[in-house]
């Protein structure tokens, strides 16, 4: 049987469909480097995992942002020194490097990663977190206040 971990959004988007040829000749990627963004101009690299990878990519079009790269961590555990250095050695050392989730920051991947990141990075970058503010629930249960949040993790993000 087949399992998707998605939302349900991205089950009918066509920008989140692999091609057929991907399925067939291409391989697991454990980290996606941003191929859109010339390393050499970028101010700042996201981290990211998952459905806000979507989220902010299509900010950063609508905003006509250039300076920012997107990396995306498709496999968070093991998290492969040799993989994420190939993916940031493009970008110059001292380029902030930010972690972008849709959790709260006291949720989500941030912990295990903050507890990893600094010692993969080495010191060559800065490292940070854009998260929703710290909460005893993963959601607020308000459809109003979950775009409020959504829009201030995207501006906060690509600031």
Request: net charge positive.
């Amino acid at each position: 049987p087949l399992i998707v971990m998605t939302p349900k959004g991205h089950l009918r988007s066509k920008e989140s469909v692999s091609s057929l040829d991907d399925l067939a000749t291409g391989a697991f990627q454990r980290i996606i480097p941003d191929a859109t963004v010339d390393p050499a101009k970028a101010r700042k690299v996201i981290l990211c995992s998952g459905k806000v990878y979507w989220d902010l990519a299509n900010a950063r079009a609508a905003r006509k942002v250039t300076d920012v790269a997107i990396v995306r961590l498709e496999q968070l555990y093991p998290l492969s020194k040799r993989v994420l250095d190939a993916a940031l050695a493009p970008y110059r050392a001292g380029t902030p490097v930010t972690w972008v989730q849709e959790d709260p920051w006291n949720m989500g991947a941030w912990y295990f990663l903050a507890a990893r990141l600094p010692e993969l990075l080495g010191g060559r970058h800065p490292l940070t977190c854009v998260a929703r503010d710290e909460s005893a629930s993963p959601a607020t249960g308000s459809e109003k206040s979950h775009g409020l949040e959504q829009a201030d993790i995207l501006d906060k993000a690509l600031a």
